[in-house]
């Protein structure tokens, strides 16, 4: 009777275990695709992305890089302070981007341009997105609001 009990025992914690295992894999699986990691202009001349490689880019919008063309692709450059990284965006501009102001991108690094697929800006005259700070502060470029 012991024997039984605790061989049931055993079975259920194996159980448990593979379910555990299992649902890890499918977790992972599900955040393949999902998940965007940040890099900055700096990180991204050191050490290229491979082309397939979705993530997101910040700094400043490069002053006198924003080109409008006749179609709907908008160039301009990004920068950290250490490094600049030509954009390609096809698409309608948030109301708020410009020269010089913060932006986040997010998007594929193919041959020298970062293809853009979604482009945010800031929100208004303070806010400027905590990713983009650190990488403005590294560079020693960033001056806290107000001071």
């Known amino acids: 009777m012991r024997a039984l009990k605790k061989q049931r025992r055993i079975q259920i914690i194996a159980m448990?275990?593979?379910?555990?295992?299992?649902?890890?894999?499918?977790?992972?699986?599900?955040?393949?695709d999902g998940i965007n990691f940040f890099r900055s202009p700096s990180q991204i001349v050191e050490a290229p992305p491979?082309?397939?490689?979705?993530?997101?880019?910040?700094?400043?919008?490069?002053?006198?890089?924003?080109?409008?063309?006749?179609?709907?692709?908008?160039t301009f450059a990004v920068t950290d302070g250490g490094a600049t990284v030509p954009v390609a965006y096809t698409g309608i501009l948030p109301d708020l981007?410009?020269?010089?102001?913060?932006?986040?991108?997010?998007?594929?690094?193919?041959?020298?341009i970062?293809?853009?697929?979604?482009?945010?800006a800031r929100?208004?005259?303070e806010y400027m997105p905590a990713e983009v700070i650190d990488a403005l502060k590294e560079q020693g470029i960033y001056v806290e609001p107000g001071a």
Do not use: C, K, W
């Not at 490689?53 to 063309?69: K, Y």
């Open 123 to 125: 929100h208004d005259e």
């Open 16 to 32: 448990s275990i593979a379910a555990l295992a299992f649902a890890t894999v499918l977790i992972a699986y599900g955040f393949q």
């Open 50 to 74: 491979p082309p397939n490689e979705v993530f997101r880019i910040g700094g400043l919008v490069a002053d006198g890089s924003l080109i409008r063309g006749e179609g709907e692709t908008i």
């Open 97 to 112: 981007f410009g020269e010089g102001e913060g932006m986040v991108g997010t998007g594929r690094y193919v041959n020298g």
């Open 114 to 120: 970062f293809q853009a697929t979604e482009i945010l």
